[in-house]
């Protein structure tokens, strides 16, 4: 195999590890031990992810049930806002001839 691809596989595996291990509904937030802002943050980046395999997965959720409520929901539609929103901005505009 060519040193590329290995590097490539050993990230892809990493990186797929880094995502799962922090999906929201996982169990790792009670309601004494809520998720927050930042948490809300990184749930809206990861909300595609977590929709793929919450179809396998009926356990993993797109947003965590166990949340902080207003804050929470502020870094979760910051997320997704920011995330969705700005691939807009990397187009290419046309230039009207």
């Not at 929709?51 to 965590?64: D, G």
């Not at 929901?73 to 001839?97: E, M, N, P, V, W």
Request: charged letters at 15%; a positive charge; one cysteine or more.
């Amino acid at each position: 195999m060519n040193k590329k691809y290995i590097v490539l596989l050993l990230l892809i595996i990493i990186t797929s590890m880094l995502i799962t291990g922090c999906m929201p509904g996982n169990g790792e937030y009670t309601n004494s031990d809520p998720a927050g802002f930042l948490s809300g943050i990184w749930h809206g980046w990861i909300a595609p992810f977590s929709l793929i395999i919450s179809i396998f997965n009926p356990q993993i959720r797109i947003y965590e049930p166990a949340n902080t409520g207003w804050w929470y929901d502020f870094g979760f539609y910051i997320a997704i806002i920011s995330g969705f929103g700005g691939l807009s901005l990397t187009r290419k505009k046309s230039k009207d001839k």
